[in-house]
């Protein structure tokens, strides 16, 4: 069964169903890396491209940045792919190259931390407007019950990078705590704090009904 049949083939089941479908799809995406298989790498750009890209938005405030690392992690998966188990989903190992590939940038800038990203950048890496890619709605899009995507960003790109970054990874990219912990490589509790902390901070930017759905939101999954 090749990575192409197994997503066309995921349905709405029972929490155990998707969870054995992605873990199916998880090893199928990591012995295709391991042979090399032909197209596969395309396939995966096809479909995490505009994930990607929004993470790294999110996480550099920078665009020309963003896509130079988006270049990067690519090429990274097709040297390194062998490396992936598929013990974890595919985009958790993909983040976590992009946000490694972050932090080497900002260490040879001197920077010593991702909390310094926006706290220490110079001027022409503070916060812009930036269009963000996308494909089609984001859970963040149906917490909010917000229109206005250019807002969404423009509110997430006031928070420090360490609380921007976990409220993107779960409420845009729908990862699961566990997983966030992963890419972040931070306890679960401190995934949580931020998360928490995080909201927050929106508080006074978002209007209640909508920071109250995706309080909902993190308490389910938490």
């Not at 995966?44 to 405030?61: D, E, K, N, T």
């Not at 859970?139 to 420090?160: N, Q, T, Y």
């Amino acid at each position: 069964m090749t990575f192409a049949s197994i997503s066309s083939s995921f349905v709405r089941g029972t929490p155990a169903a998707v969870n054995e479908q992605a873990r199916r799809e998880s090893l199928a995406v990591a012995q295709g890396l391991k042979r090399q298989k032909a197209g596969l790498l395309d396939e995966l750009i096809v479909r995490y491209q505009h994930r990607l890209m929004r993470y790294l938005l999110y996480l550099a405030g920078n665009r020309e940045l963003a896509e130079d690392l988006f270049q990067e992690v690519w090429m990274r998966v097709l040297v390194r792919g062998a490396q992936y188990n598929g013990q974890a989903r595919f985009e958790t190992w993909l983040f976590s190259i992009a946000r490694n590939l972050l932090i080497d940038h900002r260490r040879k800038r001197t920077m010593s931390s991702l909390d310094e990203l926006i706290e220490g950048a110079g001027e022409d890496d503070r916060a812009m407007p930036l269009e963000f890619a996308a494909a089609g709605p984001t859970p963040l899009d149906r917490c909010f019950w917000l229109e206005d995507r250019e807002r969404i960003a423009a509110v997430l790109m006031e928070l420090d990078a360490l609380h921007r970054e976990v409220l993107v990874l779960r409420f845009h990219e729908d990862l699961s705590l566990e997983e966030i912990a992963k890419v972040t490589k931070a306890h679960l509790s401190t995934v949580k704090s931020r998360l928490y902390r995080g909201l927050a901070m929106l508080k006074p930017r978002l209007e209640e009904p909508t920071l109250k759905a995706a309080q909902a939101q993190l308490q389910e999954a938490g």
